[in-house]
């Protein structure tokens, strides 16, 4: 158990609609990564939240988007969703203080139907 | 930019054989270098890292030197075991700028009794 949680497990929905993924981070962990898993894509990286701010972006497609909270939990939000948006979605955690050493949840599986 | 090339799989081998995964790297400066190991149905975990040219990372029979003068990161184990079975990710992460993690296509690996 890596201590990241991720809710939920497994989403099924329809294209068009708008899901929210929510990950909380290990105790103490102030830095939140999101990764997409894909069979095609393998597994990429979408976006990076310390303390609450963005602080990199990489292929995250305009219609997703994501927030940090005060709490420092995180919600990853897709909308519009495609058929090619169906992933593993992984949330990472990390205390930025030691060599970069990053803690993953168990994932949300996104099917879209 | 930062690329990691991952030994093609899938890889099959018997209970008790020795096992190679290659890895290789593209990154500026010294990254930190890690492989992650995912099991089926599960989120990925830290398998070893390496923070520094020679370091040798190792966890549960495995081992992977970081050898800066021919860019590679190779796993190797001395004898595999049923349970070894997954998908074996490399991935780097560089020492300055943004923090992500950037991983290899992954290796699925079965190890048959």
């Known amino acids: 158990d890596s201590g990241v949680t991720q809710t939920p497990k497994h989403l099924i929905t329809a294209t068009g609609q708008r899901v929210t993924l929510r990950c909380s981070p290990r105790s103490g962990d102030l830095s939140v990564y999101w990764y997409q898993q894909s069979l095609d894509q393998g597994l990429q990286f979408l976006i990076h939240?310390?303390?609450?701010?963005?602080?990199a972006k990489g292929n995250i497609l305009e219609r997703f988007s994501a927030q940090q909270f005060p709490d420092l939990h995180s919600e990853l939000n897709l909308s519009s969703l495609e058929l090619g948006d169906s992933a593993l979605y992984f949330c990472?955690?990390?205390?930025?203080?030691?060599?970069?050493?990053?803690?993953f949840g168990p994932g949300t599986r996104l099917t879209v139907l | 930019g930062n690329s990691v090339t991952q030994m093609e799989g899938p890889v099959t081998l018997s209970e008790e054989a020795f096992l190679t995964i290659n890895c290789t790297y593209t990154?500026?400066?010294?990254?930190?270098l890690f492989w992650y190991v995912q099991y089926p149905g599960e989120g990925l975990q830290l398998l070893l890292k390496?923070?520094?040219?020679?370091d040798k990372g190792s966890n549960k029979g495995f081992e992977a030197t970081y050898r800066k003068e021919t860019t590679s990161f190779h796993l190797e184990k001395g004898s595999v075991q049923v349970s070894d079975s997954a998908v074996y990710f490399c991935?780097?992460?560089?020492?300055?700028?943004?923090?992500?993690?950037?991983f290899g296509t992954g290796t699925r690996l079965t190890i048959i009794p």
């Open positions: 939240y310390y303390n609450g701010e963005e602080r």
């Open positions: 390496a923070t520094k040219a020679d």
């Open positions: 991935a780097l992460k560089p020492i300055f700028g943004n923090e992500k993690l950037t």
């Open positions: 990472a955690s990390s205390d930025r203080r030691g060599v970069g050493e990053q803690f």
């Open positions: 990154a500026t400066g010294y990254p930190s």
